[in-house]
């Protein structure tokens, strides 16, 4: 009996060591664990919008890097179920280039919530004419591309090699989210090379953005406004109204303070706008950097729209446009 109290006694000893070192373990662990959850992004409790034009990294000199995590945590503070990623190939188009492998990589696992766009500027010298170019493309769409862009070059938006692109593009039903203003994917007043595209593109479908694409919301859209953001009162007949009329296949992406811009600055013409055009619009923002400014949610917030109008314009049509589910 003796021989079996003293190995009980020792077997307490062990045990009580063991339970006081797995007490002290969890008490370390767990500071650990919810900093390892506060660095996940929360599921978006209620998806209110779809924002077609974010970036990843680092987009500007002197910019912060945005990492996919930061922008989902901002998304969930938003009501931004999914947004669109795009690339920035064009050496016009940022400080550094953003390439359509690294978006593919950084949103490759959160596809439910971003959804990777590619890019290829239509100056890279590829074989094979426009075969090479179709599989150029095809592989990004095979490895999860859902549309063309940010597509921002230095040249004509209706410059030939830009056309082969968007020629490739229809046949890949990649719909095209292009820049215009007076340095990317140049126009002149009235936008005659943008219908040119439209014209010869009808399986087409192309989003127009960018100070040159916001400007022409106006009749009297100069030269000069193509380049800036043209403030005061809008005056009707603009390229936008008047190529929405003819081609079916013509959408705009309401980010940036471009976007935002032609709205708020005549606003009883950008709430017409908004509500004449409210199957061709989407909500965007331009996001591409940790703290930046989004006019668009204070915008939206004030703006007296049809709900059936904000159904469409925040979500509907980038979800049908996109294929999205």
């Not at 989902?72 to 953003?98: K, N, T």
């Not at 219908?195 to 022409?216: C, D, M, T």
């Not at 919301?217 to 809008?234: C, E, F, S």
């Amino acid at each position: 009996m003796h021989g079996a109290q003293e190995i009980t006694a020792e077997n307490r000893r062990q045990f009580c060591g063991r339970a006081i070192a797995a007490v002290a373990f969890a008490a370390l662990a767990r500071p650990a664990l919810r900093s390892a959850r506060a660095a996940e992004p929360a599921k978006t409790p209620v998806a209110k919008y779809i924002d077609v034009h974010t970036h990843l990294g680092t987009v500007w000199s002197g910019g912060e890097q945005l990492t996919p995590e930061a922008l989902l945590r901002w998304m969930d503070a938003a009501a931004i179920g999914q947004a669109v990623v795009l690339p920035l190939v064009s050496p016009e188009s940022s400080s550094y280039p953003i390439s359509t492998d690294y978006v593919l990589a950084e949103t490759k696992p959160y596809r439910d919530r971003l959804i990777p766009f590619c890019s290829i500027d239509p100056r890279t010298s590829y074989r094979g004419g426009a075969k090479g170019l179709l599989e150029m493309l095809r592989r990004y769409v095979d490895a999860g591309a859902r549309g063309f862009g940010e597509h921002k070059p230095g040249v004509a938006i209706d410059d030939p090699r830009n056309m082969a692109l968007y020629a490739a593009c229809a046949e890949l039903n990649l719909p095209v989210l292009f820049h215009l203003d007076e340095q990317r994917n140049t126009d002149a007043p009235g936008l005659p090379g943008l219908e040119r595209v439209l014209k010869e593109n009808p399986q087409g479908v192309f989003i127009g953005h960018g100070p040159g694409w916001w400007a022409s919301i106006a009749g009297n859209a100069t030269k000069t406004d193509l380049g800036g953001y043209p403030r005061g009162q809008v005056s009707p007949g603009g390229a936008i109204d008047r190529l929405m009329d003819k081609y079916p296949n013509l959408y705009g992406d309401l980010s940036a303070g471009s976007g935002a811009q032609a709205i708020s600055r005549d606003p009883q013409f950008g709430l017409e706008f908004l509500t004449r055009r409210q199957d061709r619009l989407m909500f965007g923002t331009d996001f591409l950097a940790p703290g930046q400014d989004v006019p668009q949610l204070e915008l939206f917030a004030k703006l007296d729209l049809p709900e059936k109008a904000t159904d469409k314009i925040y979500r509907e049509n980038a979800r049908r446009v996109l294929k999205l589910t």
